[in-house]
């Protein structure tokens, strides 16, 4: 076979390769195959880079591809040519190796390396993290030198703490060598301490520790990816087309996603598609990790934030981590009293923090497990809000100050990151219960008659489709027979074609029927047509909008010319259509004497509850009982007139105005079901009623679906205004006022009609720089974009009417707010007395579960250690008020009597057994 000649372009891997230029090697070469001149070019540039020498590292390790262009012979021997007349690279390369960075870890004085190192890199695992017990264990490794790599491990158990530090007796020469070795050292460190015996407290943490994999923490994105494609059911038909799959993938991740960020949701979008081979072409690959990118911002937002950051010297916060985790650290103050930070990432929320204060064993303020609501941007900024919480708490502790000097004199961010541990997030054991099992087997048999074999993901996705349209009228036999029987699987992955396809498997049975003109129309002009709609359920969805006043002959003969039938159905259309035969005259019930309420001189009957006041016109719906209040006729003696509120005493019992909403529109459908507020979820902000932005959610969850499914928000553009300059003392500091804005659209689905809907160009904005004249300094909100965020998405869902109420002044009377809040404080105050009462019986009994082993304790130490136990346990009794405060210290004394009887107790029985 003649050879063929090809131009090898040769990227490195810059974040693996020593020589961190991101230099290429661009090489002619000649084979008979492509998959030959690969071999021949990978071993050309092991060859020619000095940095593999003595590594014991490969081609692939420190560089991407080969990527090969086929070239002519007179073009291949061009490049040869000049690399022939040209200086040798390989002198450069080395030049770039002697020069690379030297500024390598030093030993500190007790001869070992810190592991507290900026570059140390750590995989830990977390069994169990409370204030009684500590159970954690981690392996680290550090670049020291050039080849030269050391490690360690710690393990902590409750009170014993095995840390083998890194010194020059635990050194290798590569990276891979360093994770394995201290693996493998805390391996063999943990299999001594289980042959030589632990207590049965420490098995199954010691146990979990041998089966976690802390290899897991080690591995490049890069490598995540490469793993999980290896395990997708369609690899083998990609490595089958491309011999190369893997290479190709890998250097398409590393040229498109930034090094430093984590790909979890990448790894599970790739592991839900059918099939993977389109990732192979470049194009379509950076299309797919388009969505999962971060946002980037334009360069006049770019340079405007970096103008202001070299002011404070503090990087700008737009990283958001997608898995919610929990980070804690015990960081010193003195050698008695040390302070907790803990963090939480939420997402793109942001991140919540909590703290507290310990001397000794007994927390003195602060709760390190009772995260607040406020949220900060970023990772860094949610360790200094909560470590400016705990220094706030700390000068309240202690009025000297000391010691909140210290603390923040002390480098507490390095700290933090440096001891934190990570707490895993819990997984609930119990698997979701399939609520329609016949549906799904159909399902998995459907999809099995395809050419590819289904994946779980596409199996969940098409029940998930299929299953929300079922209601209680759904056959599912027939159901699950037309799923098997269908030609193509569309109807199994589109909402509209699976909600017909429910639909039609639906049992409609006719009870008594009030508008049969309606029905024989409707039978009439379906009769010959192929639709999937019955007239029965065309008739049932009809009869719903038809009322008394409706001329229902008129409506019958416009059906039956009807060109197009679908109006019978359709939901807006079927409305216009009965209402041009809908007469506006309402009917008007005869009201029974005995409902009527007494008027006296123009003012309704007294009462001991507060009603509401029905105006002129009224057609609403109460919210309380569901009657229909008011009348329209004026005369009517139950109608209050309008002026009698106006006249209302100012210490009369408070009305909670009322909005008539109309339940008879359907356009009013959406902003009906979400307009009232539950005032618990609001606070007074100022001058105005703030509504819980986590509240709102839900409501628009109750509606459309969770987030992302059937409603969400996409955002189009965000930037920086500046302001007026911020002047201090007459002299402007570099800083202007400025203001985050951001632009985004609200889509949501009907959850009747399944079409997507979107309301575009809503706006939110922050304050990002501002001079508080209560503090007398500079404020910068830290979260600004997830403020900007929750204010636009605030915005847009009130345009559908949720939490309408507010928005519309319901509760503008000061009065209103203030006695709810005042029966919320009740409720929280009676629940913190059950509370206090259950926690206080609970202490109790476990301080009793050791006082009555006084009498069988086998030595006094044991009475004495069961005695120290006792008055531990009481450390937890609730003391809110002088009666608890003197039966916790009853309760002490109690103990150390009971003490002091066993213990006389135990000593004539010693004495008398000595007798005889």
Sequence with gaps: MADKFFIATCEKKVSKHPVKDGASFILPIKAATQQEAKNAIREQVEQLD??????????????????????????????????????TSTDELNEEQLNAPTNYPQLADDGFYNSKDDDVIESSFIYSSTDELMQAAKVFILNVGPHQWAFGFRYKNGDFDQHEKMNQDRL??????????????????????????????????????????????????????????SKHPDIKNALAEHADFYEVVESHFASVWPLDEPATLVIEHLMSMAE????????????????????????????????????????????????????????????DFHVVLAIKDCGDEGWLTAFEGNLKQDRVFGDADDFGDEFSATRKEAIKFAAGQATNALYNYDTTLSLAKVFMKSPYIQNFEDNCMQLGVEESESQTEIEYPTILEAIVERLNKRVTTPNQPEIDNCYEIVSQFITEDTNLEVLANSIIELKVCKSMFVEDDAQALVERCENIELGKVDYPVVLDAIRERLENEKHTVTPERAYTQMSKIITETTDTAGLGEAIKALKNPVIIWHSTESVNLVMKFTSDKKAQPEQKQEDKKEVVNNEPESTGESKEVTTEDSTSKSDDDGSTSGSDDIGDDSVVPSDVVSKEAANDPISIPSIELDENNPNMRIWNAAFKTDLDYTKQNGDRLSINSQYRQMKATAIFGARGKGWGV????????????????????????SIHNIEIDLWYIDPETGERHTISSVYGETERWYWSYNYARLIKNTDIRKKSLTDATGKALSMLGICGDVYMGEYDDERIFNRSQATKATTNEIKTMEFDAKTAQLVLDKAKSYTDKFKTAPSLAEIKRLQKLAETSLAAFPTTDKESTDKKAKALSRI????DEAIEQFNLDKAQANDK
């Excluded at 020498?53 to 991407?64: H, I, L, Q, R, T």
């Excluded at 920086?720 to 006022?737: C, D, L, S």
């Design 50 to 87: 000095p940095s593999f020498e003595g590594s014991g590292k490969g081609y692939s390790d420190w560089f991407k591809g080969p990527l090969l262009e086929k070239v002519t012979e007179e073009q291949y021997n061009v490049e040869v040519l000049a690399i022939e007349t040209a200086e």
């Design 172 to 229: 290798v020469d590569t990276k891979e060598d360093a994770i394995d070795s201290a693996i493998n050292r805390l391996e063999g460190f943990l299999d001594m301490r289980d042959e030589f015996g632990v207590e049965d407290q420490e098995r199954p943490f010691l146990a979990a520790v041998l089966e976690h994999d802390f290899y897991r923490a080690f591995l490049e994105p890069s490598e995540l990816l490469v793993e999980a494609i």
């Design 896 to 899: 150390a009597e009971q003490a």
């Design 714 to 737: 996409i955002v189009n553009r965000e930037w920086i205004e500046e302001g007026m300059p911020i002047f201090v003392n007459g002299a402007h500091i570099g800083v202007n006022e």
């Design 276 to 335: 993977i081979c389109i990732i192979y072409d470049l194009e379509a690959f950076t299309a797919i990790m388009k969505g999962y990118r971060p946002m980037e911002l334009s360069e006049a937002t770019k340079q405007s934030m970096d103008r202001i950051e070299d002011v404070i010297d503090k990087p700008a916060a737009n990283d958001a981590s997608l898995q919610q985790q929990c980070w804690k650290a015990a960081l010193p103050v003195t050698d």
